[in-house]
């Protein structure tokens, strides 16, 4: 991210005196804004707001009643916001080199058509397209959709700049923005670009009348408008939080959507998609540094005993030689190849960082084709569909993959045609043959989930927009709205939709499995004040999250109410236990310890767990006792001889202790376990041997002072048994006398 000038930090402080309520300070930084910049118009609205401030502090400290005081001072306040904009702005105009003033500067000196000049070019080019679609094929024909194609295409991008630099709309603006959207005649792909460039206007610079517009086509009959809308309103009151409480028009027009279940559920099917999205970084490193490279490893080794040939042959999945898939099995390429595919299934963004790497095409120069939908006929990639058999096959394709997003799409077409004409054929042909299989899948799926085709808008329009904010190449002068707070659950516009308990539990499920354990807690303590947090399975989340925050008092607190609710959960009766072992609750964790044997008599797990209470309770021989019946039931289990081996020392059975740390010394011992075996040598009098077991402790810890950091815990338990601790500095110094 770009270092933030001057003029800006300062427009910051002046938002946080707003926030804070410290107007005259808010006022001041304003006024000294203003001093730089001499805007006179500016000045006088200041001084006006300044003199309004002022009377109303008059009239208050008198104790004169108002009905209207709140109403007032909220539009005072909002006035203020506007004015600290226009201020900065001004500055930033004449200083900034960032893309929005380049084009703020552009819009001043030359005259832009109107919205009505635009809408009326707009549909004259699609008549244009409808009436050349209609001529037979052939050179004059194409000549003629490609000059249609790049005046179009002109038309647009001016459009996306005039209304992304565009300044605070007036009532004729918005009336001639309504009227564009609202003409049935304009192309869907054009009122597309119009929403993304209005989103990113509303982002730079806060416009309430024009977030009322966004809101309004929350009820546009086109899907894909409805869906662009509704992505781009979550950031922008994200990025407003502070701001839009002022503006009650937008709020209750927020509310009065609630009542759509179709708007509700599009709303929190896009707010999911976004914390879906912040999970990409993290998803790209495990492809990049972990999945992928493990796969690479092991292709050289697959090559060699596996004829991949006979792999792609006609004889079926069944008839291959079931030693093939045990070598991928056993080389690990199987697990690799499923964890790809199950993050696929669960809408991960497994492709940004492919893709990413094709970026830099000069297509993306331009911020405007960010946000294009996918078109065949754009006239950067139109050579690729020249050849018409080859190029509807390739369309069907593109148009049918669900997997990646419009960016994406036109990255891939770029890079297929890079390629020789030889492999480009090939690749077309590929793709042709497996286009149809694609759309039957499609269809076969948007039969079985019925929303499909909007969950997949939704999940190709927010990775469009990831890949702006992360890769477009003057992204440092833009607010990346992917690095804003998981706060969806927290913004109060947002609550007649979220606060449902349905969508809720869909929110803080979402959280909770991608590991986002504050922001899951918080939804889940929401649900239960919306009354939806009657299931046990509530109180467990919230104890889980409790526990991951290392909160374990708290998350206790969850696991008795959710025992409450569904006694004897044997999860739940093991979290407690632990939570109480974890507070220094032996007696209490052992009873229900106890309680969670009954159902699991033979889980050898929990008998060690019960051996370890008895242990801390120092009742040394029922804890042996346990150990033993592990040990008994299973001979190979090591934790067991370690816990029989310490317990034994403890209660002063050195001889026992012996025997188990002999054995356990003979497979992968760690440094603990040579220590605890110097220690019973100690406790037998046995110093030579001691103080050798001593040294490979030392060894396998990897210095002296860890080694000694280690013998100072343990001095508590080596007085107990009754070892005369005057003689550990003595051995150390004999040890310190080895090492030189």
Same mark, same amino acid.
């Given at each position: 991210?770009?270092?933030?000038?001057?003029?800006?930090?300062?427009l910051?402080?002046?938002?946080?005196?707003?926030?804070?309520?410290?107007?005259?300070q808010?006022i001041?930084?304003?006024?000294a804004?203003?001093?730089?910049?001499q805007h006179?118009?500016i000045?006088?609205r200041?001084?006006?707001?300044e003199?309004?401030?002022?009377?109303?502090?008059?009239?208050?400290?008198e104790g004169?009643?108002?009905?209207?005081?709140?109403?007032?001072y909220e539009?005072?306040?909002r006035? $203020?916001?506007?004015?600290a904009?226009?201020?900065?702005g001004?500055l930033?105009?004449?200083?900034?080199?960032?893309?929005?003033y380049d084009?703020s500067?552009l819009l001043q000196?030359?005259?832009?058509?109107?919205?009505?000049?635009y809408?009326?070019v707009?549909?004259?080019?699609?008549d244009?397209?409808?009436f050349?679609?209609?001529?037979e094929?052939?050179?004059?024909k194409e000549?003629?959709?490609k000059e249609?194609?790049l005046?179009?295409?002109?038309?647009?991008?001016?459009?996306?700049?005039?209304?992304?630099?565009?300044?605070?709309?007036?009532a004729? !603006?918005?009336?001639?923005?309504r009227?564009?959207l609202?003409d049935?005649q304009i192309?869907?792909?054009?009122?597309?670009?119009f929403l993304?460039?209005?989103t990113m206007?509303?982002?730079?610079r806060?416009d309430?009348?024009?977030?009322e517009?966004?809101?309004?086509?929350c009820?546009?009959?086109?899907?894909?408008?409805?869906i662009?809308a509704i992505?781009?309103?979550?950031?922008i009151?994200q990025?407003?939080?502070?701001?839009?409480?002022?503006?009650r028009?937008?709020?209750?027009?927020?509310q009065?959507?609630?009542d759509?279940?179709?708007?509700?559920?599009?709303?929190v099917?896009?707010i999911?998609g976004?914390i879906?999205?912040h999970?990409?970084?993290?998803?790209?490193r495990?492809?990049t540094e972990?999945?992928?490279p493990?796969? !690479?490893k092991?292709s050289?080794?697959?090559?060699?005993?596996?004829n991949?040939?006979?792999?792609?042959?006609?004889s079926?999945l069944?008839e291959?030689?079931?030693e093939?898939?045990?070598?991928?099995?056993?080389?690990? $390429?199987?697990?690799?190849?499923?964890?790809?595919?199950d993050?696929?299934?669960?809408g991960?963004d497994v492709f940004?960082?492919?893709?990413?790497?094709?970026k830099?095409y000069p297509f993306?120069?331009?911020?405007?084709?960010?946000?294009?939908p996918?078109?065949?006929?754009h006239?950067?990639?139109?050579?690729?569909?020249?050849?018409?058999?080859?190029g509807?096959s390739?369309?069907e394709t593109?148009?049918?993959?669900?997997?990646?997003?419009?960016?994406?799409?036109?990255s891939?077409c770029?890079?297929i045609m890079?390629?020789?004409?030889?492999?480009?054929?090939?690749m077309?042909?590929q793709? %042709?043959?497996?286009?149809?299989? $694609?759309?039957?899948?499609?269809?076969?799926e948007?039969i079985?989930?019925p929303h499909?085709k909007?969950?997949t808008?939704i999940k190709?329009?927010?990775?469009?927009l990831?890949?702006f904010?992360k890769?477009y190449?003057?992204?440092?002068?833009f607010?990346?709205i992917?690095?804003?707070?998981?706060?969806?659950?927290?913004?109060?516009?947002f609550?007649?939709v979220?606060?449902?308990?349905?969508?809720?539990e869909?929110?803080a499920?979402y959280?909770?499995?991608k590991?986002n354990f504050?922001?899951?807690?918080?939804?889940y303590?929401?649900?239960?004040?919306a009354?939806?947090?009657t299931?046990s399975?509530?109180?467990?989340k919230?104890?889980f999250?409790r526990?991951?925050?290392?909160?374990?008092?708290g998350?206790?607190?969850?696991?008795?109410?959710?025992?409450?609710?569904e006694?004897?959960?044997?999860?739940v009766l093991?979290?407690v236990?632990?939570?109480?072992r974890?507070l220094?609750?032996?007696?209490?964790?052992?009873?229900?310890?106890r309680?969670?044997?009954?159902?699991?008599?033979?889980?050898?797990h929990?008998?060690l767990?019960?051996g370890?209470c008895?242990?801390?309770l120092k009742?040394y021989?029922?804890?042996?006792?346990?150990?033993?019946?592990?040990?008994?039931?299973?001979?190979?289990?090591?934790?067991?001889?370690?816990?029989v081996?310490?317990?034994?020392f403890?209660?002063?059975?050195?001889?026992?202790a012996?025997k188990?740390?002999a054995?356990?010394?003979e497979?992968?011992p760690n440094a603990h376990?040579w220590l605890?075996? %110097?220690?019973?040598?100690?406790?037998?009098?046995?110093n030579?041997?001691a103080?050798?077991l001593y040294?490979?402790s030392m060894?396998?810890?990897g210095?002296f002072?860890d080694?000694r950091s280690?013998?100072a815990?343990?001095?508590?338990?080596?007085?107990?048994?009754?070892?005369?601790?005057?003689i550990?500095?003595?051995?150390?110094?004999?040890?310190?006398?080895d090492?030189?």
């Amino acid at each position: 991210m770009m270092q933030p000038s001057p003029i800006t930090k300062k427009l910051k402080e002046i938002y946080t005196h707003i926030e804070q309520r410290q107007l005259k300070q808010a006022i001041d930084g304003v006024k000294a804004a203003v001093e730089q910049s001499q805007h006179w118009t500016i000045t006088e609205r200041i001084a006006e707001l300044e003199t309004n401030y002022q009377y109303m502090l008059h009239y208050l400290i008198e104790g004169k009643k108002d009905p209207e005081q709140q109403h007032i001072y909220e539009k005072l306040i909002r006035d $203020l916001y506007a004015v600290a904009d226009d201020a900065a702005g001004q500055l930033l105009l004449q200083e900034s080199s960032s893309l929005f003033y380049d084009k703020s500067r552009l819009l001043q000196v030359r005259t832009s058509p109107s919205m009505e000049d635009y809408r009326s070019v707009l549909l004259q080019q699609a008549d244009t397209f409808t009436f050349i679609d209609l001529l037979e094929e052939g050179e004059e024909k194409e000549r003629r959709l490609k000059e249609n194609e790049l005046a179009h295409e002109k038309t647009l991008q001016d459009l996306f700049y005039t209304l992304f630099a565009s300044p605070r709309a007036h009532a004729d !603006m918005m009336a001639s923005y309504r009227t564009f959207l609202e003409d049935d005649q304009i192309p869907v792909y054009d009122k597309s670009i119009f929403l993304s460039a209005l989103t990113m206007n509303v982002l730079q610079r806060f416009d309430a009348a024009k977030v009322e517009l966004l809101l309004d086509v929350c009820r546009h009959p086109e899907v894909e408008l409805v869906i662009r809308a509704i992505i781009g309103l979550i950031p922008i009151f994200q990025t407003y939080t502070a701001r839009l409480p002022l503006y009650r028009e937008c709020s209750d027009r927020l509310q009065l959507l609630s009542d759509d279940k179709q708007f509700n559920r599009r709303f929190v099917a896009a707010i999911l998609g976004f914390i879906q999205a912040h999970e990409t970084e993290k998803i790209t490193r495990r492809l990049t540094e972990e999945i992928l490279p493990e796969m !690479m490893k092991l292709s050289p080794m697959i090559g060699k005993k596996i004829n991949l040939d006979e792999w792609m042959g006609e004889s079926g999945l069944d008839e291959k030689n079931p030693e093939w898939q045990q070598i991928l099995d056993e080389s690990g $390429l199987t697990d690799k190849l499923q964890e790809f595919s199950d993050l696929q299934l669960k809408g991960a963004d497994v492709f940004h960082s492919t893709f990413s790497n094709l970026k830099s095409y000069p297509f993306f120069q331009e911020m405007s084709n960010w946000f294009l939908p996918f078109n065949p006929r754009h006239s950067s990639i139109r050579q690729l569909f020249a050849d018409k058999w080859e190029g509807a096959s390739l369309i069907e394709t593109m148009f049918s993959s669900s997997l990646i997003c419009n960016s994406d799409k036109y990255s891939f077409c770029f890079s297929i045609m890079m390629m020789p004409e030889n492999y480009r054929r090939m690749m077309v042909a590929q793709l %042709g043959a497996e286009g149809e299989e $694609l759309t039957r899948m499609q269809v076969e799926e948007e039969i079985l989930k019925p929303h499909q085709k909007e969950d997949t808008l939704i999940k190709q329009y927010i990775q469009d927009l990831y890949r702006f904010f992360k890769l477009y190449r003057r992204r440092e002068e833009f607010v990346d709205i992917f690095d804003l707070p998981l706060n969806y659950h927290q913004i109060e516009a947002f609550h007649p939709v979220i606060l449902q308990p349905h969508y809720l539990e869909q929110i803080a499920l979402y959280y909770f499995e991608k590991n986002n354990f504050s922001e899951a807690l918080a939804a889940y303590l929401m649900l239960t004040e919306a009354g939806g947090a009657t299931q046990s399975e509530v109180w467990q989340k919230i104890g889980f999250c409790r526990q991951m925050l290392a909160d374990t008092e708290g998350a206790l607190e969850a696991y008795l109410h959710a025992d409450l609710i569904e006694e004897n959960n044997t999860w739940v009766l093991h979290r407690v236990a632990h939570c109480y072992r974890v507070l220094k609750q032996p007696d209490t964790a052992l009873t229900y310890y106890r309680r969670l044997e009954q159902f699991r008599p033979d889980d050898l797990h929990i008998q060690l767990l019960i051996g370890h209470c008895y242990l801390e309770l120092k009742q040394y021989d029922k804890a042996l006792n346990r150990y033993f019946k592990v040990e008994l039931l299973d001979s190979d289990n090591r934790r067991a001889w370690r816990s029989v081996a310490w317990c034994a020392f403890l209660s002063r059975k050195f001889d026992v202790a012996r025997k188990y740390y002999a054995r356990i010394l003979e497979d992968e011992p760690n440094a603990h376990d040579w220590l605890n075996a %110097g220690h019973v040598e100690l406790c037998l009098e046995e110093n030579k041997k001691a103080l050798l077991l001593y040294r490979s402790s030392m060894e396998k810890a990897g210095s002296f002072d860890d080694f000694r950091s280690m013998l100072a815990e343990d001095v508590e338990e080596l007085q107990e048994a009754g070892v005369n601790t005057a003689i550990l500095p003595v051995i150390l110094d004999k040890m310190r006398y080895d090492l030189t």
